[in-house]
């Protein structure tokens, strides 16, 4: 039982950071990235559908993302949930397919952006701490009930604490390659 509560806090972690990993690839770096749609939903038929899943996107060159929807029809509202998503940039739609352009980023929103994805670094390692909260929780009414000593307590607690400190560190270390990826010209 205290073994499958320290799995279950793993697997919990694990999964933090793929959360926390999904959000920064819609952080737009100045390159182009189909990524940057996974956010962006359009009514589709009555369905929230993501852009990615209604249309084939291609990068032919570093800064370009072209659009082409297989319903043509869905031309126009593709390009107005772009226009109104918080990507800052302005899709241009020739009939055909829609061309987004990413300009190069200033160095202020550069800064911007890094101070974004320290602020969702810290989220996702509030998330870890709380699920290393309800570990150590799950062990004291374990402790309680008399199922584990105290001294088996103390060590589970520092288990949890070994893999809280482990999962911190990765987030660290994806924060720092995020922000290099931003900051670099």
Known sequence: M???ILLDAE???EKAVEAFRFELSTIR????SANVLEK???DYYGTPTP???MSSVTIPEARLLVIKPYDKSMLKIIEKAIMASDLGITPANDGQVIRINFPQLTEERRKELAKLVHKYGEEAKVAVRNIRRD???QHKKLEKNS???EDDLKGYAEDVQELTDNFTKKIDTIVEAKEQDILHV
Do not use: C, D, Y
């Open 29 to 32: 770096t100045g390159r182009a």
């Open 135 to 137: 570990a150590n929780e």
């Open 11 to 13: 697997e919990r972690m």
């Open 147 to 149: 199922e584990i000593s």
């Open 40 to 42: 962006i939903s359009v």
């Open 51 to 53: 852009i990615t899943q």
């Open 2 to 4: 205290p073994e499958t």
